[in-house]
């Protein structure tokens, strides 16, 4: 059996090697023929778990002569040295299928095992008082090899202790070890182009010319990711950023941003005000509850974009997908975002999967009448996921919301009449199917897609209903141009009202195109130039066609 050798214990051993090298010949022999030069090259490398012993050294077994060896010939350099060993001394050992293996690199539990046989060997000839069996010409031999193979020695000395210092380094100097800290930074360049500023169908407002200038904005990450068991995950992630949206939104700023663009089609994916504010933008706990069930609990900001897969995996990430926020992912996925919630995920590597979520946006932590997990806004979410290959994926999905009017039917994708298509505070019911379908007919294509229908009521004032579909499609070119670079197309149709009662009719069909060029600079460092096109916004055929150029630099950690 191979004692597990552990950190703390190698310059103990380091300095028993050196001085049996003074004492004994035999064993310096032994061990240039088991570890020389893979042990030297092998000292270098990370000190691994005993548990990460391959099997394969465990299943050696002894010989008792050279001939045993298929991969041994007398030609062979060592072949004399070898054949001593084995048949004078009995301290090399072999593998089941009968080989040597003289050229293979060896790990330094091995070379411990052979170091080990033969020390147990020269301690039998001591104690039998056999020692005559060792030749005062096997002396002088080994003697010599031990002197050509000198330096050799001082360079394996030198990387082990330079191994011992780098380990005790990271033993002295690390954060945690149980938390792993990752970050994303994220530098903008942007700007809007048009003519005049987008308005809602049925508009009799006075048109403005729609100005604007470049900006540059920036967006950070900082992610404590914590395992306790080795399959949990602790998530406590900090953010800022100051990535204005072009329509204006909601701030956080004592000067609100104007409304450039006079519509939320043209948002960027990783927008957001904030004037670089620190907060705890996400708060969650991850475990499997069994081999193929998988929960997570979100305390703050749960997305279910981010708790199940999406089918668009060359564009979903904010960071390093899409420039826009509707050419990330189907809005479906958008649904209940912002707040609390518990996930599961049935099988979420198998041919078939499925996911459970109740999501809580807003008030979940407010116990006054009308808030709270279950009385307030909430969104009751399902999907069906059937991947039988990384070449095809489909998604069927559906969604319950309830909201109180504050937050945006499609969360600011589409237009504002679909987002908000009974008024500012009218309570609404609202139902959403979707299906999603990836394909990979290649390594270097990716095509992919989705289309959703919603319907939604009116709970509050007049009998009111709604009815909504949108749909795009994308296509992803790996390494075009250079390796791991990605080219990326993506043309649809955002949210738009199709029908209903006692509501305003969008008179024309937005549609959405974005380019976008990917360069991977570096492992940590992506460069995205990218252009959104919106035409006919806000479904309005009135509308002037917008557009958005930006270049996003993306520095990952």
Known sequence: MIKPVGVSENKTMTKVFWNVIKLSPVVVAATFLVASPAFADEANQQVTPVSSLSQEANSMGQVTSVSQFSDVQPT????????????????????????????RAMTRYEFAAGLNACLDRVNELIATATADLVKKEDLATLQRLQEEFSAELATLRGRVDALEARTAELEANQFSTTTKLVGEAIFNLSQAFGDTRALPSGSTATRTNLDSNTVFSDRVRLSLNTSFTGTDLLQTRLQARNTAQFDGGSTSLTSPRPNITGTN?????????????????????????????????????????????????????????????????????????????????????GTFGATLAYLVPTGGNNPVSGQGIFNGDNTLFGELAFKPSSALNVGLSYARSYTGGTIGLFQSTGSRLANSPFGAGVRTDSNHYGIQVSVKPSDKLTLGGWAGYSTADAKTGAVRDADFFYWAASLGVQDFGKEGNVLGLIFGQPPKVTGGRGITRESGTSYHLEALYKMQMSDNILITPGLLVIFNPENNNSNSTEYVGTLRTTFSF
Do not use: H
């Open 76 to 103: 062979d350099w060592a072949f004399q040295a070898l054949q001593s060993l084995v048949e004078r001394y009995g301290c090399i050992a072999g593998y089941p299928n009968g080989t040597f293996r003289g050229n």
């Open 265 to 349: 089609m043209t948002r960027l994916g990783f927008d957001g005000d904030g004037n670089n504010a620190v907060s705890v933008d996400n708060l969650n706990y991850a475990f499997n509850l069994t081999s193929k069930v998988r929960v997570k609990i979100d305390a703050n900001n749960g997305k279910l974009y981010d708790n199940t897969y999406t089918f668009n995996p060359d564009f979903s990430s904010s960071g390093k997908g899409s420039i826009s926020r509707y050419g990330r992912f189907s809005p479906i996925y958008r649904q209940g975002a912002g707040g609390s919630g518990l996930t599961v995920s049935v099988n979420p590597k």
